[in-house]
């Protein structure tokens, strides 16, 4: 094996950016379509049910109150 035929192989396996970023585009492209399924919606319902919890949002404690009312000018 010739020198040229070592550096253009070891060429052809690095890693580069634009290689990267083609994936990268790829895998939000296929994310995004599968969403848009009914498995995928049912996924993202499943999910967003799981995240809300109990639905309340954030509760104001004493203690917050009592350092809310000290930053007031």
Known sequence: MS???K???SEENKPSRR???IGAGA???AVAVAS???IGKAVIQEIGSTVKGK???QTITAHM???YE???L
């Open 7 to 9: 550096v253009a192989s």
């Open 27 to 29: 895998t939000v492209g």
């Open 55 to 57: 639905g309340e949002g």
């Open 36 to 38: 848009q399924t009914s």
């Open 65 to 67: 109150r009592k350092y």
């Open 70 to 72: 000290s930053t007031m």
């Open 3 to 5: 020198t040229k035929s």
């Open 19 to 21: 290689k990267f970023f």
